[in-house]
């Protein structure tokens, strides 16, 4: 009997991935751990290794194409096969969970596609961008298809629709299965190939509840109704009547990120607050200190000023540093600060995390800003960098502009936009003076924060700009 491995799940809630190369030929006698495929999701390229040691049957994808989570990448010969599993030969290899690079959900209610992050494993080395030196992420989708009883957590069994062996699911759904006390042989599985899902196991989790709350006193009902979307767009004209054109297919991460701010300008309703700030004497402070900072391998920007007051004026406003549970009705407020930068790249626009900006002095995160930066541009970042942000900053002054309203990054509540600073004569004691001011927006979640709210967290920011010697001491 052949044994399947399917794309596994990848964590933040990414659903498919596009195949950049296949790494083995059918035939091939591959160890664990070995370089199967190699995968585009969101904004990483991901490699990812064989679960088993033995003979490669049939690989089932090929370049090019996109895959779901769920499809069938490739089948292994049965025979060959070494097993180095938990509690025989339907079970996955001993190593196999450390591949996760994002701990599943633990309560039926959680935040939508940020998931708290984890470390990846130490031999993990995730990179962006095409064609670069990639690192491992594994996971099973229904996968586990061999004979014998199915891992610790209620994984394997017959269930009432006559399923015999181990139940098809990913590690995150059985240990979601675990944690909620569901017993995954009697679920109905809903995911392709009779996969159970995250979602499955929360129904069955949920009318468990249900059946032993019963005799309770009801709890008040709570309306969680699913949002209503865009519906289809009409159909284009057809543009050959007017003229010649040319057709591009969409990149996968250009197609993410129309997707992602489709989402966010169709779920979010965007508002947005203008201001202005002063930095005058900042930029004054930012050359004195050229030659200072240049001696410690530095270049001072006004986005290092910008990320630290950003981060301390959310200490002030938390509201802004939350995403919003619709379904739950809840604010899920962070107690951490990891913000954001918009990097321009030839791929299109990425995001990489900067973590605990409250937390450190400024000259550190101007260090750690251009490092993370450079391995952007250079597609070299890993997924760990990208992920779990907080609030975003995107500055576009080196392009030019007088404003401009930005997108928020679902499923953050506030994005800062930035244009570039002129000189203008202001009035200040009587007496017009010529002034450097920076225009600033802050685009946030009506649901979640009112206009005056908005207009405070900006006055926090503008305030701690306008005294820049107080961020240069401040950690």
Same mark, same amino acid.
């Given at each position: 009997?052949?044994?399947?491995?399917?794309?596994?799940?990848?964590? !933040?809630?990414?659903?498919?991935?596009?195949?950049?190369?296949?790494?083995?030929?059918?035939? @091939?006698?591959?160890?664990?751990?070995?370089?199967? +495929?190699?995968?585009?999701?969101?904004?990483?390229?991901?490699?990812?290794?064989?679960?088993?040691?033995?003979?490669?049957?049939?690989?089932?994808?090929?370049?090019?194409?996109?895959?779901?989570?769920?499809?069938? +990448? %490739?089948?292994?010969?049965?025979?060959?096969?070494?097993?180095?599993?938990?509690?025989?030969?339907?079970? +996955?290899?001993?190593?196999?969970?450390?591949?996760?690079?994002?701990?599943?959900?633990?309560?039926?209610?959680?935040?939508?596609?940020?998931?708290?992050?984890?470390?990846?494993?130490?031999?993990?080395?995730?990179?962006?961008?095409?064609?670069?030196?990639?690192?491992?992420?594994?996971?099973?989708?229904?996968?586990?298809?061999?004979?014998?009883?199915?891992?610790?957590?209620?994984?394997?069994?017959?269930?009432? *629709? $006559?399923?015999?062996?181990?139940?098809?699911?990913?590690?995150?759904?059985?240990?979601? *299965?675990?944690?909620?006390?569901?017993?995954?042989?009697?679920?109905?599985?809903?995911?392709?190939?009779?996969?159970?899902?995250?979602?499955?196991?929360?129904?069955?989790?949920?009318?468990?509840?249900?059946?032993?709350?019963?005799?309770?006193?009801?709890?008040?009902?709570?309306?969680?109704?699913?949002?209503?979307?865009?519906?289809?767009?009409?159909?284009?004209?057809?543009?050959?009547?007017?003229?010649?054109?040319?057709?591009?297919?969409?990149?996968?991460?250009?197609?993410?990120?129309?997707?992602?701010?489709?989402?966010?300008?169709?779920?979010?309703?965007?508002?947005?607050?203008?201001?202005?700030?002063? %930095?005058?004497?900042?930029?004054?402070?930012?050359?004195?200190?050229? !030659?200072?900072?240049?001696?410690?391998?530095?270049?001072?920007?006004?986005?290092?000023?910008?990320?630290?007051?950003?981060?301390?004026? +959310?200490?002030?406003?938390?509201?802004?540093?939350?995403?919003?549970?619709?379904?739950?009705?809840?604010?899920?407020?962070?107690?951490?600060?990891?913000? $954001?930068?918009?990097?321009?790249?030839?791929?299109?626009?990425?995001?990489?995390?900067?973590?605990?900006?409250?937390?450190?002095?400024?000259?550190?995160?101007?260090?750690?800003?251009?490092?993370?930066?450079?391995?952007?541009?250079?597609?070299?970042?890993?997924?760990?960098?990208?992920?779990?942000?907080?609030?975003?900053?995107?500055?576009?002054?080196?392009?030019?502009?007088?404003?401009?309203?930005?997108?928020?990054?679902?499923?953050?509540?506030?994005?800062?936009?930035?244009?570039?600073?002129?000189?203008?004569?202001?009035?200040?004691?009587?007496?017009?003076?010529?002034?450097?001011?920076?225009?600033?927006?802050?685009?946030?979640?009506?649901?979640?924060?009112?206009?005056? @709210?908005?207009?405070?967290?900006?006055?926090?920011?503008?305030?701690?700009?306008?005294?820049?010697?107080?961020?240069?001491?401040?950690?």
């Amino acid at each position: 009997m052949s044994r399947p491995f399917a794309l596994p799940d990848l964590g !933040e809630g990414l659903t498919e991935a596009e195949i950049i190369k296949v790494l083995v030929r059918e035939g @091939d006698v591959i160890s664990e751990d070995s370089p199967l +495929l190699e995968v585009e999701t969101d904004k990483a390229t991901v490699e990812i290794p064989s679960p088993f040691s033995g003979r490669v049957a049939g690989i089932h994808v090929q370049p090019g194409q996109t895959v779901k989570v769920g499809h069938v +990448l %490739v089948t292994f010969d049965d025979a060959a096969v070494v097993t180095a599993g938990r509690g025989g030969g339907g079970s +996955l290899p001993e190593n196999y969970d450390r591949f996760r690079q994002a701990p599943p959900a633990s309560a039926p209610r959680r935040e939508p596609a940020v998931a708290a992050d984890a470390s990846p494993s130490s031999r993990a080395a995730i990179t962006q961008g095409r064609g670069t030196a990639s690192g491992t992420v594994t996971g099973s989708s229904g996968a586990s298809s061999g004979a014998g009883a199915g891992s610790a957590g209620a994984s394997g069994g017959a269930d009432g *629709a $006559g399923r015999v062996g181990p139940v098809p699911a990913t590690p995150a759904t059985r240990r979601l *299965a675990r944690e909620l006390g569901v017993d995954l042989g009697s679920v109905r599985a809903t995911g392709p190939g009779g996969r159970v899902t995250d979602d499955d196991v929360r129904a069955a989790g949920d009318g468990a509840e249900r059946r032993a709350g019963a005799t309770a006193e009801p709890a008040p009902e709570r309306a969680a109704r699913p949002l209503k979307t865009i519906g289809v767009e009409p159909a284009l004209p057809r543009f050959e009547q007017w003229g010649p054109v040319e057709r591009e297919p969409l990149s996968h991460l250009r197609r993410t990120i129309a997707e992602r701010m489709t989402l966010s300008a169709t779920v979010v309703p965007h508002v947005t607050h203008f201001d202005r700030v002063d %930095v005058t004497e900042l930029e004054a402070i930012i050359r004195r200190n050229v !030659e200072a900072a240049r001696e410690r391998g530095l270049v001072l920007t006004l986005t290092s000023f910008l990320l630290k007051a950003a981060a301390l004026a +959310l200490r002030e406003h938390p509201t802004f540093n939350a995403s919003l549970d619709a379904a739950a009705g809840e604010l899920i407020v962070k107690r951490y600060c990891h913000l $954001g930068v918009a990097v321009a790249t030839e791929r299109g626009l990425i995001v990489p995390v900067i973590r605990d900006v409250d937390k450190k002095p400024l000259v550190e995160l101007q260090r750690e800003l251009a490092a993370l930066a450079q391995r952007v541009r250079e597609g070299k970042a890993t997924l760990e960098d990208l992920r779990g942000g907080t609030f975003t900053i995107t500055n576009l002054g080196a392009l030019g502009g007088t404003g401009a309203i930005p997108i928020i990054n679902y499923p953050e509540v506030a994005i800062l936009g930035v244009s570039r600073a002129r000189e203008e004569p202001v009035v200040q004691d009587g007496r017009i003076v010529p002034r450097r001011l920076l225009p600033i927006s802050l685009t946030f979640d009506h649901r979640v924060a009112d206009g005056a @709210d908005g207009a405070r967290f900006a006055a926090a920011i503008v305030r701690r700009l306008e005294r820049p010697e107080q961020l240069l001491l401040e950690w």
